[in-house]
């Protein structure tokens, strides 16, 4: 089975609220609730690919000191493992739009569990809670 390396980000807002990125129709698991993120490409750090997917996904720029690890999913697909650290962060410069998914949300990490997620991204939520309450 392959293995695919993906990272996601907690964008943290001032209020204490995570944002939520909803897959757009057409991809896999569209209309599903995620973090934003995407895949490390091969020989690329998970950080560096973080940063990039954020600007392509977002259109934010984010410095890594900003990026710190949390915690992280580790899931079989029928077809692929998928590993995937989920970094928390607080700071970023522009503003949040959303370029490649259908919508964006802001939650509070107790609420998370409203929204429908892939079934890798659903066990993070625990740790954000303890994070965020």
């Not at 560096?48 to 697909?77: D, K, N, W």
């Not at 970094?87 to 949040?96: D, E």
Request: glycine share 6%; with cysteine.
């Amino acid at each position: 089975m392959n293995l695919l390396l993906v990272v996601a980000a907690a964008l943290i807002d001032a209020d204490g609220r995570v944002l939520i990125a909803r897959r757009p129709e057409g991809k896999q698991l569209a209309g599903l609730w995620e973090f934003p993120g995407g895949k490390v490409a091969p020989g690329e750090r998970p950080e560096a690919a973080l940063i990039r997917e954020l600007s392509e996904e977002l259109g934010i720029e984010v410095e890594e000191p900003c990026l710190a690890p949390l915690t992280f999913a580790s899931y079989a697909y029928p077809d692929f493992h998928l590993l995937m650290p989920l970094y928390i962060c607080r700071r970023w410069k522009g503003f949040v739009t959303a370029r490649e998914h259908q919508a964006l949300k802001w939650v509070f990490a107790r609420d998370m569990r409203a929204y429908p997620m892939p079934p890798a991204d659903a066990p993070l939520i625990p740790a954000l809670i303890d994070l965020l309450g």
